[in-house]
């Protein structure tokens, strides 16, 4: 079973930047992917940014750019640098972990993050 805890939300301005980190534990496959998505208020879940154990990184289009995802291997942690944020990049950033063996994954509780106008 693998745990996952976000951290890094919070409040920024239009413009600011945050850094988000997903730290995993537990039974972690060594071929995996992670990646981070977001729920607006009132809105469907929506993908951000994954990378995969390989490094090969996937972003959405209203992201490419700005948003930047990496990984620390030794720490089985992903990060998601966001910089020049919107306030329509406001919602609960989701983590999810998927075993690329089994196909199982698990998320995160989700952190926070608010963009003022």
């Known amino acids: 079973q693998v745990r996952l805890q976000e951290s890094g939300g919070g409040l920024a301005q239009t413009g600011g930047s945050l850094r988000l980190s997903c730290a995993a534990s537990?039974?972690?496959?060594?071929?995996?992917?992670m990646g981070w998505y977001r729920r607006a208020p009132g809105q469907s879940r929506e993908k951000v940014a994954a990378?995969?154990?390989?490094?090969?990184?996937d972003y959405a289009d209203s992201v490419k750019g700005r948003f930047t995802i990496s990984k620390d291997d030794a720490k089985h942690t992903v990060y998601l640098e966001m910089r020049s944020l919107k306030p329509e990049d406001t919602g609960l950033y989701l983590c999810?972990?998927?075993?690329?063996?089994?196909?199982?994954?698990?998320w995160g509780q989700g952190t926070q993050v608010t963009v003022s106008s």
């Open positions: 999810l972990y998927i075993d690329s063996k089994s196909d199982d994954g698990c």
């Open positions: 537990g039974s972690i496959s060594e071929i995996n992917a």
């Open positions: 990378i995969t154990t390989g490094g090969m990184t």
